[in-house]
């Protein structure tokens, strides 16, 4: 054999080697690799059973989180109407306090008129006279 005949065998090897290594070099034996497998797949089965246990819980989330986005729209709208008619209680009470501050300063103002009046009674002459005590007979 010549050395170019050995250089072949020896490269053959080594890459026959590495082969081994690679494809089939594991650590496994036939029958290890198939319970690996089994391992494997029972293991993928119990993830999707956890899967579909949290995909039920993350639906009955998103329902109880639309049913209180739509109970937080709710109370807004009832608040925002609520805030409109203490609004518009407050503009009524201020025209009320205006009618009521008027009415105050004419009653004022009739409160001392007759204040003057019985102080200082008016002077009546002639048919003003007859008619004010007709009036007072009556």
């Not at 010549?2 to 650590?27: E, H, M, Q, S, T």
């Not at 089994?38 to 995909?55: H, I, R």
Request: aromatic share 6%; glycine share 6%; charged share 30%.
């Amino acid at each position: 054999m010549n050395i170019r005949n050995l250089l072949i065998i020896v490269i053959i090897a080594v890459i026959g080697a590495f082969g081994y290594k690679w494809f089939g070099g594991n650590g496994l034996k036939f029958g290890e690799s198939e319970q690996r497998v089994k391992e494997l797949e029972a293991q993928f089965k119990q993830l999707e059973l956890e899967k579909a246990a949290s995909d039920q819980k993350l639906a009955s989330w998103h329902s109880k989180f639309d049913s209180i986005r739509g109970e937080d729209t709710r109370l807004k709208n009832e608040v925002a109407k609520l805030h409109q008619e203490t609004t518009a209680a407050e503009i009524e009470a201020a025209k009320s306090k205006v009618q009521l501050d008027s009415a105050r300063a004419k009653a004022e103002k009739l409160k001392f008129h007759i204040s003057q009046t019985e102080k200082a009674p008016a002077n009546r002459t002639g048919d003003e006279l007859l008619e004010s005590l007709k009036n007072k007979l009556k």
